[in-house]
């Protein structure tokens, strides 16, 4: 059960820059007067992998392959780091990113992923 929730949060973590990056590169997104051409084909680029990163790891992590579980937790750590850089915006990432790891520390989700 714990590892069903665990995808779930990682599935949505990874849909939503997904939809971010769709948006962005279809135009559906307001770009700042800041934002140049290149950055604005960088950032979906990078929003986009990191959304199917996240859902292949989410596949791993489903079927209990320990790979997955030790992308997830370094992926999530980072997350951590980044949110707390930039507290308080960042307060709902951590959040998530704590949970995520939480789970991921679980002895019965580390026994599914073999760790």
């Known amino acids: 059960m714990v ?3 665990l995808v ?4 949505i973590g990874s849909v939503a820059p997904i939809l ?4 962005m590169l279809t135009g559906g997104a307001y770009e700042g007067y800041f934002m ?11 929003q986009l992998s990191a959304g199917v990163i996240g859902l292949v790891v989410a596949w791993g992590l489903w079927i209990g392959n320990g790979w997955a579980w030790i992308i997830a ?7 951590i780091i ?3 850089v930039t507290v308080p915006t960042g307060i709902v990432g951590v959040v998530m990113d704590g949970i995520v790891v939480y789970l991921l520390m679980r002895s019965d989700t580390r026994r599914f992923c073999g760790k």
Do not use: C, R
Not at 20 to 23: E, I, Q, R
Not at 36 to 44: A, C, D, F, G, V
């Open 82 to 84: 980044m949110g707390l």
């Open 73 to 79: 937790v370094i992926l999530h750590v980072i997350g």
């Open 8 to 11: 779930l949060i990682v599935v």
């Open 3 to 5: 590892v069903k929730i």
């Open 20 to 23: 971010a990056a769709v948006m």
């Open 36 to 46: 140049q051409e290149l950055l604005s084909q960088i950032l979906p680029t990078i």
